[in-house]
C-alpha cells in the first residue's frame, strides 16, 4: 500500500501530539488510535500503519539489551543504566542478560546502535582481520 505525503505527515503529527517531554505517553498513543477509527477521516489505514510504523520505531529506540558473560551485580547494572541514561535519554527500558558465550565483557544493543566489547567480538574482529 502506498501512503501519500500527506497521510505521512498527518502520522507524524498525531506521533508528535503523543509526546509527553519527548517521551511517549501510552494513553495518548491509545487515544489517538480510537479517535482516529471513530473519525474515519479520508486515508485512515495508511495514516494509523504510518503512525504504528512511527510507535515501533520509537519503542525499539527506547529499548536497551546488555548481554554479560557473568550475572553483573547491581552496582555493575546500575553504572550501566546511569551511561546509558546520560547518552540516550531518560525513557530507557533496559533489559540485562547473561550469555556465556561472550566469554567475558559486555555487549549492549540500543535500537540499531550496538556496542560490543565482548572477548568474542574481539576474536572475531581478529579472525576478520587475517
Do not use: H, W
Amino acid at each position: 500500500m502506498k501512503i501519500s505525503k500527506l497521510e505521512r505527515r498527518e502520522a507524524k503529527e498525531l506521533f508528535r501530539t503523543c509526546q509527553v517531554n519527548g517521551l511517549l505517553d501510552e494513553t495518548r498513543v491509545r487515544r489517538t488510535v480510537q479517535t482516529v477509527l471513530a473519525q474515519k477521516p479520508r486515508g485512515y489505514l495508511s495514516i494509523l500503519t504510518q503512525f504504528q510504523r512511527l510507535v515501533k520505531l520509537d519503542q525499539e529506540r527506547r529499548s536497551a539489551r546488555v548481554e554479560s558473560a557473568v550475572v553483573l551485580s547491581a552496582a555493575e547494572q546500575n553504572e550501566v543504566l546511569n551511561s546509558l541514561s546520560q547518552k540516550y535519554g531518560p525513557g530507557l527500558n533496559i533489559a540485562f542478560a547473561q550469555n556465556a558465550a561472550l566469554i567475558g565483557g559486555l555487549r549492549i544493543q540500543v535500537g540499531s546502535d550496538v556496542y560490543d566489547g565482548s572477548v568474542r567480538g574481539r576474536l572475531e574482529r581478529l579472525r576478520e582481520s587475517f
